[in-house]
Nanobody, 123 residues
Framework: QVQLVESGGGLVQAGGSLRLSCAAS????????MGWFRQAPGKERTFVAR????????YYADSVKGRFTISRDNAKKMVYLQMNSLQPEDTAVYYC????????????????WGQGTQVTVSS
C-alpha cells in the first residue's frame, strides 16, 4: 500500500513558478514509478510527467516539456514537480500517482493516487 499526499498548489500569475510536492508512505517507494497528472475544469485527467523508480528516467507531455521538471528523492519518499513559465492553460487540479506498470502515460498504469492540489494561473 502506498499513500500519497500532494502539496504546494496555489494561485500564481502567468509566467510564474510553483513547486508541487508529493509525500509517499510505504516501505518500497523506490519500486514505484511516480507520475503527475492534471485535470482542468470540465476536462478529463491527463498525463503530465513520469519518473521511474531507480534509474530516474523522465517522461513529459508535449504541453509541458521544457517548462516542467519532475524529480524524486527516494530516501525522503518524495516526488516533486517544478513548474516554470506557467500559463492559464496550466490551471488544473494536479494529482500524484504511483505504479509499477511500464506504461508511461496511462492512468491505468498507476494503482495509487493522491487527493490532488489546485493550481490556478491568472492571466
Amino acid at each position: 500500500q502506498v499513500q500519497l499526499v500532494e502539496s504546494g498548489g496555489g494561485l500564481v500569475q502567468a509566467g510564474g513558478s510553483l513547486r508541487l510536492s508529493c509525500a509517499a508512505s510505504g516501505r518500497t517507494f523506490s519500486n514505484y514509478a511516480m507520475g503527475w497528472f492534471r485535470q482542468a475544469p470540465g476536462k478529463e485527467r491527463t498525463f503530465v510527467a513520469r519518473i521511474t523508480g531507480t534509474s530516474g528516467r523522465t517522461y513529459y507531455a508535449d504541453s509541458v516539456k521544457g517548462r516542467f521538471t519532475i524529480s524524486r528523492d527516494n530516501a525522503k519518499k518524495m516526488v516533486y514537480l517544478q513548474m516554470n513559465s506557467l500559463q492559464p492553460e496550466d490551471t488544473a487540479v494536479y494529482y500524484c500517482a504511483a505504479g509499477t506498470s511500464f506504461e508511461v502515460n496511462s492512468e491505468a498504469a498507476y494503482a495509487y493516487w493522491g487527493q490532488g492540489t489546485q493550481v490556478t494561473v491568472s492571466s
